[in-house]
């Protein structure tokens, strides 16, 4: 029972463009968002992250919107850059620290020169 | 400033032996979490240390044990291995206090572990 859900395995996005990753969760009780972007042979790190209480953040050229009712996030990435091609996560935690978080399988995102 | 550091970096073992994985945590952080990447997958969270106890745990069987020492290291022991326990092991560290944007899961590059 797969908890937190991204259902496109891979998207291929044109540089400049802008690239959408989406992810759904089940759990209502999940309170904290976050997306990390992992490299071959690398740890994945931290992106950016959004809490039940706001429906957007934005950090420079990316921008997490949350729609709790839909259960529903995404991520933007504007403009796309090739740096950018990489594996996204979506992650989700809920409690107090919320330091056990559920991971989606993943979306492997390949920004095209 | 050294991040989350993980050894070994590769791994072969065969079914029923046992793998011990090891953990340095970045600098300040005093808490570690434990995830299993199986090939195609996102991180799946095994259990998480912190103060030298086992704090949460996840949907994992006892042959995973772990421990924490005094200095926030973290070692992961797996038993009686089987073939299904090919995965990548990641190490991720955090400090522990009310959760805000900023203290969320550092991790380490992982430990490739395969079983024959």
């Known amino acids: 029972d797969q908890q937190v859900k991204q259902n496109s395995p891979s998207l291929s996005v044109q540089e400049g463009r802008i690239s959408i990753l989406n992810c759904d969760y089940t759990?209502?009780?999940?309170?904290?968002f976050l997306w990390y972007k992992k490299y071959p042979a690398e740890g994945p790190t931290f992106l950016i992250s959004?809490?039940?209480?706001?429906d957007k953040n934005e950090d420079g050229r990316f921008t997490v919107f949350l729609n709790k009712s839909a259960k529903h996030l995404s991520l933007h990435i504007v403009p796309s850059q090739p740096g950018d091609s990489a594996v996204y996560f979506c992650?989700?935690?809920?409690?107090?620290?919320?330091?056990?978080?559920?991971f989606g399988p993943g979306t492997r995102l390949s920004v095209l020169p | 400033d050294a991040g989350v550091t993980q050894s070994p970096t590769h791994l072969i073992k065969t079914r029923g032996q046992q793998v011990t994985l090891r953990c340095s945590p970045k600098?300040?952080?005093?808490?570690v979490s434990w995830y299993q990447q199986a090939l195609g997958q996102g991180p799946q969270f095994i259990f998480q240390?912190?103060?030298?106890?086992?704090?949460q745990r996840g949907n994992f069987p006892d042959r995973f044990s772990g421990h924490q020492f005094p200095n926030y290291s973290s070692e992961l022991n797996v038993n009686a291995l089987l073939l299904g326990d090919s995965a990548l092991y990641l190490c991720?560290?955090?400090?522990?206090?009310?959760?805000?944007?900023?203290?969320?899961?550092?991790f380490g590059a992982g430990s490739r572990l395969t079983v024959l």
């Open positions: 600098s300040g952080h005093d808490t």
């Open positions: 992650a989700a935690s809920e409690g107090n620290y919320g330091q056990n978080f559920v």
């Open positions: 240390y912190y103060e030298e106890e086992e704090r």
């Open positions: 991720a560290s955090s400090l522990r206090q009310a959760f805000s944007g900023a203290n969320v899961l550092t």
């Open positions: 959004i809490s039940s209480i706001k």
């Open positions: 759990n209502s009780m999940f309170d904290y």
